[in-house]
């Protein structure tokens, strides 16, 4: 696989997870863990850095769409208040910790 070939695959990939979590979000608020778990289950071959890769590129272009917003949430189901890039650290797309609070997405 050449390397415009494997690009066009990931492209493909962000896609389809940009429409994945669209769809999620038209129901409610979607946690950035499910980006991941999204690619675990469609993608299981993907490396690590892949997937955070690619789960990152599906969360700037969902970003760039008016009215989508980061928010803070904690499990399972309270929502904490606004976040920004900033809070964009590491494990964004990590399990949900022990505290229960993460990052997501929201369309107020």
């Given at each position: 696989m050449t390397d415009d070939t494997a690009d066009d695959a990931l492209d493909d990939t962000v896609d389809a997870l940009v429409q994945e979590m669209s769809d999620l979000l038209d129901v409610g608020p979607v946690g950035l863990y499910e980006?991941?778990?999204d690619l675990n289950s469609v993608q299981p071959a993907l490396t690590e850095s892949k997937k955070l890769a690619v789960a990152r590129?599906?969360?700037d272009r969902m970003l760039a769409q008016p009215g989508?917003?980061?928010i803070w949430c904690r499990w399972p189901d309270t929502t904490l208040g606004p976040a920004d890039r900033g809070?964009?650290?590491p494990d964004a797309f990590a399990d949900i910790p022990p505290d229960g609070r993460y990052l997501a997405l929201d369309r107020p």
């Open positions: 980006f991941r778990w590129r599906a969360l989508t917003v980061l809070d964009l650290g």
